[in-house]
C-alpha cells in the first residue's frame, strides 16, 4: 500500500467515523421520539395473552365508544352508543331504534366526550359506563357486562352537554351542565324565540343532577339549578372530604354571543362553579323550587324483553341560586380555564388554565375557612364569588403553553397536558413544583391514568389522547385516526412506551383492570330468558303470519340454516317484519340477515337473542336473504328466498324449510 | 359371614348409591375453536352437559356428519339402571343383615353380571351413535365412524374425545373390589379350612 494510498484510507476512515459519531448523537437527541430502550417488552402481549387494562375512549364525533387493551393497545371492540350501526342493526332494529328518540324526532349520531365509570366510595367499580352526547344533550348508559347501550336519556333546558356525566363517590348522581347557553321557555326564561343579540337578557344556563338507580343504573333528571349564561366546560364531583361538592370550570363570563375566540378571552378570570349537590337535593327532595313543563325523552331497554322503549317526560323541578344560599360559590381561576379535576385525597382541585400559563390549584379546606369567614368580593346572579387568594392552594408555574387537563397517579403527583407547547408535565400535587416532562405528538388534549379521577389510581400508565396525527402513521389522505401514546409512569421519568392509532377523535378515556370487568361478561343470552315478543325459541314454531297489510315472519337461525328459507305470498304495499331468533346457545357464534334491497340494514343476532328489522318491498320477484356472519364450514349455504308478488296477485301465505311450497 | 365382613358389605352397597351424587362417566371433547372445552356427564339416570349448553352444541356440531341427536330422555337405559342399582344395594344390605355366604356369592354375581352388561350396552350405545349416519348427511368422510372411545382418547376429525370414568363409576368398581375381596376371604377362611375355637 502506498503512502499516498495509506493517507487516503485514514482520511476516508476519519469522515466514516464521523458520521457515524453524528448518526449516534442523531439518534440520542431523537430518542424520545422514538421510544425507550426495552419499550417492546413493556408493551408486548403474547399471542393468546391478555391485556391488564381495559381502555374506554370516546370516539368524539363517531358518537361511540371504543374499547382497547393495554398495554399493547390493541382494538378490542367499538361500542355503538349514540350513532346507529348498519351493520349489526343498532338503532335501526326495531328492538334497538327507539334508543335514538329525543323531543326532536329520531337523531341518528352524536358526539360522544366523556365516558365515566360507576364508582362506589369514590373507586370505579366497572359496573356501567356512562357517556356524554354534546350535541344533543343526552346521557348514555353502557352495560359493562354486555358492551351494550341500555339507556339514553335526554336532558332538556340545556344544550351543549359538554361538562357531562361525572359522577358522585357512590354514582348517587351524574352531573351535566350547559355549555352553550339558550334562551328557554317561561318560567325559566322569556321565551325561546328571541334575538340572539339578546344573550345576556335571555340566555339561560342550568346544571342537571341525574339520579341513578344504584340496583340497576337507571337514570332520572332529578332536578335542575338555574345558573348564569356561561360556557360550562367541564366538571367533576369531589372524593373523601369534599366529596358532597361538586366542581364546574367556564369561560364566556364576558357572556358573549360571537366571536367567542375573542369576545369570550378578554377577562382576566373566569370562575370555577362549586356547588354543594348533597344539601341541595336534600332541598330539592323537601320540595323546593318549581317544578316546570318541559319535553325530554327518557329510552330504557326493557331487562325482560330486550327491546328499547321511549318515555317520553314532561316535567322537571328546577331550583334558583336564591333557593340554595350558602350552597353555591364562584371561585375565580385564570383565564378560560378548561379541565377541572380533584386530586385522589380530595384535598384539591386543580384546573387547565387553557389561556393562562399556570395550572392553579384550589384548597378544599381553604374553600370552607373562606365560605365560612363570609369572605365574598361580590355576586353573580346571587352567587357569591370567594376571594382567588383565599381559596389558592398555589399556581403551578412553568406548565408549558395551554394547559388543558390533570390526572392523577395516587402517588401525591398530577400530569397535565400542555396543548400549544405539546407535552406532559409532571407536578407535586402539594409542591406545586413541576418535576419532569415529556414531549408528546402532537398536541394532547385529554390525559387518561388507570383510576386516576378516582380515589385509588391504578396508576402505572399514562394514555395522552393527541388531536393532531400529522406523520406519526402510514398516511391515510387528509383524515386520519387520533393518535394515542401510552407512557409508563411507574418511575420517577416519563417513559414513553408505545404510539397507536385510536377511531374518532377520543376526549376522554376510562381505564380499569381486566379482571374488575371480564370475568362477568355475557357470552351468549339464554333462549329461556328471551321474552322478545316476537321470539322463536323451536324451529318448530317459525311461522309467517299475515294480518291485513302487515306481514310477521317468525324465523329461526342456527348452523347452517334457516326456518323458513322459502316464503312465498308477501305482496306489493306489504310491511313485513323478519323477526330472527339465533336459537344457538354457544359462546361467538352470531348470525347475520341480510336480504336482498334491504334499504333499512343488516343485522346480527346474537345467540339467544331476537332482533326484527322492518321491510316495505319495492320490487315484485324473488329476493335471496343470508346469513352474514360466518358461522360455520356451510355458512355459505345459509340462505333462503322471499317471493314477493303484485299486491293484486291471489299467493297464499306458504312457508317451509327444506320441502317445496305448495 | 364375619362382623368385619358383613360391615365391609355394607359399606359397598352403600357406596353403590354414589351414583345418585356424583357422574358415572364423562366425555370430554376439545377442539381448535373450542379453546373452553366441550362434554358430556353420563349419569345413572342422565346425560347432561358439562358446561351450560354443551349437549345442544354437540348435536349442533354432529349434525353435519350425520350423527343422531343425543337426547337423554329417548334412551331407556337411563330410565332402567336406577332401579338396578337400588336392586342391587337392597341385596347388597339384605345380605350384610343376614350374613350367608350364598348370598354373598349370588349378590357377587349378580352385580358382576349387570356391571358387565352395563359396560357392554353402553359400548354398543356408542358404537351406533358413531355408526349410524344420517345418508344425506353434509359431510361424508369415506370409511370414517364416529365412535367415542369407550375409555382413554381418540381423534374424530378436528374434534379429540376423552372418555374417563367418573365418581359414580369408580365408587362401583371399588363396590365390586370389595365384595369380591370378601367373598374370597370367606371363602379360604371359612370353617372348612379352620379350626373353630
Avoid at chain 1, 132 to 155: C, G, M, Q, S, Y
Avoid at chain 1, 421 to 449: F, Q
Avoid at chain 1, 496 to 525: C, M, N, R, W
Wanted: proline share 6%; charged share 20%.
Amino acid at each position: 500500500m502506498s503512502f499516498q494510498q495509506q493517507i487516503r484510507n485514514i482520511f476516508v476512515g476519519g469522515i466514516a467515523i464521523a458520521v457515524t459519531a453524528f448518526m449516534f448523537s442523531g439518534c440520542s437527541s431523537n430518542k424520545s421520539k422514538i421510544g425507550n430502550d426495552n419499550a417492546a417488552e413493556q408493551v408486548y402481549v403474547p399471542p393468546g395473552k391478555h391485556d391488564t387494562f381495559y381502555s374506554f375512549l370516546s370516539g368524539g364525533w363517531t358518537g361511540n365508544i371504543s374499547v382497547y387493551g393495554l398495554p399493547s393497545g390493541r382494538h378490542l371492540y367499538t361500542i355503538p352508543v349514540f350513532s346507529q350501526d348498519p351493520t349489526d342493526g343498532y338503532g335501526y332494529t326495531e328492538e334497538t331504534k327507539a334508543l335514538f328518540n329525543t323531543s326532536h324526532g329520531f337523531i341518528p349520531w352524536g358526539d360522544t366526550h366523556h365516558p365515566e365509570f360507576s364508582k362506589t366510595n369514590g373507586i370505579d367499580d366497572g359496573r356501567w359506563l356512562f357517556v356524554n352526547d354534546n350535541n344533543t344533550p343526552r346521557i348514555a348508559r353502557v352495560n359493562l357486562k354486555t358492551f351494550r347501550t341500555d339507556e339514553i336519556l335526554e336532558l332538556p333546558n340545556t344544550a351543549g352537554n359538554h361538562a357531562s356525566p361525572f359522577t358522585s363517590s357512590n354514582t348517587e348522581y351524574l352531573t351535566a351542565i350547559t355549555r352553550f347557553s339558550i334562551p328557554m321557555s317561561k318560567p325559566l326564561g322569556n321565551g325561546r324565540d328571541v334575538p340572539i343579540a339578546s344573550y345576556k337578557k335571555n340566555f339561560k344556563s342550568t346544571a342537571s343532577f341525574v339520579k341513578v338507580n344504584p340496583h340497576n343504573g337507571e337514570m332520572k333528571l332529578d332536578f335542575q339549578i338555574m345558573v348564569p349564561p356561561f360556557d360550562y366546560d367541564l366538571g367533576r364531583f369531589g372524593l373523601g372530604p369534599s366529596k358532597d361538592w361538586v366542581f364546574f370550570t367556564d369561560y364566556n363570563s364576558e357572556e358573549a354571543h360571537t366571536m367567542l375566540e375573542i369576545n369570550a378571552s378578554q377577562k382576566d378570570k373566569d370562575f370555577v362553579l362549586a356547588i354543594n349537590w348533597k344539601k341541595v337535593a336534600e332541598i330539592a327532595h323537601e320540595g323546593k323550587g318549581q317544578i316546570v313543563n318541559a319535553t325530554y325523552d327518557h329510552n330504557l331497554v326493557d331487562p325482560k324483553t330486550d327491546v328499547a322503549k321511549t318515555e317520553v317526560l314532561h316535567k322537571v323541578r328546577v331550583l334558583k341560586p336564591s333557593d340554595l344560599k350558602g350552597l353555591m360559590f364562584f371561585m375565580p381561576a385564570p383565564k378560560s380555564p378548561h379541565g377541572i379535576n380533584v386530586t385522589p385525597s380530595g384535598e384539591f382541585i386543580a384546573e387547565g388554565g387553557k389561556l393562562s400559563t399556570v395550572i392553579p390549584v384550589q384548597s378544599f379546606a381553604k374553600m370552607e375557612t373562606a365560605i365560612q369567614k363570609n369572605d365574598t368580593t361580590g355576586s353573580i346572579s346571587g352567587i357569591p364569588i370567594l376571594n382567588y387568594k383565599d381559596v389558592t392552594a398555589h399556581e403551578v408555574k412553568n406548565v408549558g403553553l395551554g394547559p388543558l387537563h390533570n390526572d392523577f397517579d395516587g402517588k401525591g403527583y398530577a400530569y397535565a397536558t400542555a396543548f400549544i407547547s405539546s407535552e406532559i408535565v409532571k407536578w407535586n400535587i402539594k409542591t406545586g413544583k413541576v418535576v419532569d416532562r415529556h414531549a408528546t405528538y402532537y398536541s394532547p388534549g385529554h390525559l387518561s391514568i388507570p383510576g386516576g379521577d378516582s380515589r385509588k389510581p391504578w396508576g402505572h400508565y399514562l394514555l395522552a389522547l393527541n388531536k393532531i396525527t400529522k406523520d406519526r402513521y402510514l398516511p391515510t389522505g387528509p383524515e386520519m385516526f387520533a393518535g394515542e401514546q401510552l407512557f409508563d409512569i411507574s418511575g420517577n421519568k416519563l417513559k414513553l412506551l408505545l404510539d397507536f392509532p385510536v377511531e374518532g377523535e377520543p376526549h376522554y378515556a376510562q381505564e380499569i383492570p381486566a379482571s374488575i370487568i371480564d370475568t362477568g361478561q355475557v357470552k351468549y343470552f339464554k333462549l329461556e330468558d328471551n321474552h322478545n315478543p316476537y321470539v322463536t325459541r323451536k324451529e318448530k314454531d317459525a311461522k309467517v303470519v299475515r294480518n291485513g297489510h302487515r306481514v310477521d315472519i317468525y324465523m329461526t337461525a342456527i348452523r347452517s340454516h334457516f326456518m323458513p328459507d322459502n316464503i312465498e305470498g308477501i305482496k306489493m304495499g306489504d310491511t313485513v317484519y323478519i323477526h330472527v331468533t339465533n336459537i344457538e346457545q354457544e359462546w361467538d357464534i352470531p348470525h347475520g340477515f341480510a336480504l336482498m334491497g334491504m334499504r333499512n340494514a343488516g343485522m346480527l343476532i346474537m345467540p339467544g337473542e331476537t332482533r326484527s328489522v322492518k321491510w316495505e318491498p319495492r320490487q315484485v320477484g324473488v329476493f335471496p336473504f343470508y346469513c352474514t356472519d360466518f358461522c360455520s364450514a356451510l355458512h355459505q349455504e345459509m340462505q333462503g328466498y322471499i317471493r314477493v308478488s303484485p299486491a293484486n296477485s291471489n299467493v297464499k301465505i306458504v312457508y317451509g324449510t327444506n320441502k317445496d311450497l305448495k | 359371614m364375619t362382623k368385619k365382613h358383613r360391615i365391609l358389605i355394607t359399606i359397598a352397597s352403600v357406596m353403590l348409591l354414589a351414583v345418585f351424587v356424583f357422574p358415572l362417566w364423562q366425555i370430554r371433547l376439545q377442539a381448535p375453536q373450542y379453546p373452553e372445552g366441550l362434554g358430556l356427564n353420563i349419569w345413572i339416570n342422565n346425560v347432561q352437559s358439562l358446561h351450560p349448553h354443551n349437549i345442544q352444541t354437540i348435536n349442533d356440531l354432529n349434525h353435519y356428519i350425520g350423527m343422531k341427536a343425543i337426547t337423554p330422555n329417548v334412551i331407556p337405559e337411563l330410565k332402567i339402571m336406577p332401579y338396578l342399582i337400588i336392586l342391587l344395594f337392597v341385596m347388597g344390605i339384605t345380605t350384610s343383615l343376614i350374613g350367608k355366604r350364598s348370598l354373598l356369592m349370588g349378590w357377587l354375581m349378580l352385580f358382576v353380571g349387570m356391571a358387565g352388561a352395563g359396560l357392554v350396552d353402553f359400548y354398543k350405545w356408542e358404537y351406533n351413535y358413531g355408526h349410524n349416519l344420517n345418508p344425506n348427511a353434509a359431510i361424508k368422510v369415506p370409511g370414517m365412524s364416529y365412535q367415542p372411545p369407550l375409555l382413554g382418547t381418540k381423534q374424530l376429525l378436528n374434534i379429540r374425545a376423552t372418555s374417563i370414568p367418573y365418581i359414580g363409576a369408580l365408587a362401583i368398581g371399588l363396590a365390586l373390589v370389595i365384595g369380591g375381596y370378601v367373598f374370597y376371604k370367606e371363602k379360604y377362611n371359612s370353617p372348612k379350612y379352620r379350626v373353630v375355637s
